[in-house]
């Protein structure tokens, strides 16, 4: 993946409500799109992650949907918390390979009481 | 058990000094890659080593250079800062490498390059 667009860049949401981001990849060969959350002062942490094989995945109160066609997965959080808040990054393989990972600009998501 | 572990956690520098940083991968990952991480904007893959190979590298100038040691340990080293090197340096590791390992990277806290 050589470019990855993620929208929105600051999101602000009150508690309970649910929250949307989308990312947009340029590369038809990618197959695997992680998202990553890194809190205040911490190292960015998966919290879901799709195949290319697959349009839907839930975890929780978190789910990944992906439509290859428009090539384009966004990260669904419902029932938001004060937990939730943080800065969230997409990502998409460089040369296909987990290891190696293009990042979004990342959306820093604020859940208001 | 213990996660991905950086040194130094914070360090400032001069514009021309050299930097060593250090990670220590989770017990029995023996991939280990590098990211630079400018404030405000998300991390840029630097270097990939698996089994003390390099697998990737980014798209950074030849003042970066990194390696790995039979305990799969790694350190990044940044020659002739420039300000611009100001940044926050990303570790991760995870259990395997190549075209087929879709797992997850594990980072560590990093450590905070500031360049003066």
């Known amino acids: 993946g050589e470019n990855v667009e993620q929208h929105p860049s600051t999101l602000s949401v009150q508690e309970g409500d649910s929250a949307v981001i989308k990312c947009t990849y340029s590369?038809?060969?990618?197959?695997?799109f992680p998202w990553y959350k890194q809190e205040l002062g911490k190292g960015p942490q998966l919290i879901i992650d799709i195949r290319s094989n697959v349009g839907e995945k839930k975890d929780q109160r978190i789910a990944v949907t992906l439509n290859k066609t428009a090539k384009h997965f966004s990260l669904h959080i419902t029932e938001t918390q004060p937990e939730d808040s943080a800065v969230y990054f997409c990502a998409d393989p460089l040369t296909g390979t987990a290891s190696k990972l293009t990042f979004g600009t990342g959306t820093r998501l604020q859940v208001t009481l | 058990d213990a996660g991905v572990t950086q040194s130094p956690t914070h360090l400032i520098k001069t514009r021309g000094q050299h930097v060593t940083l250090r990670c220590s991968p989770i017990?029995?990952?023996?991939?280990v890659s590098w990211y630079q991480q400018v404030l405000g904007q998300g991390p840029q893959f630097i270097f990939q080593?698996?089994?003390?190979?390099?697998?990737g590298r980014g798209n950074f100038p030849d003042r970066f250079s990194a390696r790995q040691f039979p305990n799969y340990s790694s350190e990044l080293n940044v020659n002739a800062l420039l300000l611009g090197d100001s940044a926050l340096y990303l570790c991760?590791?995870?259990?395997?490498?190549?075209?087929?390992?879709?797992?997850?990277?594990?980072f560590g806290e990093g450590s905070r390059l500031t360049v003066l």
């Open positions: 991760a590791s995870s259990p395997t490498s190549g075209r087929y390992n879709t797992g997850e990277l594990f």
């Open positions: 017990s029995g990952h023996k991939s």
């Open positions: 080593y698996y089994e003390k190979e390099e697998r």
């Open positions: 590369d038809s060969a990618s197959n695997y």
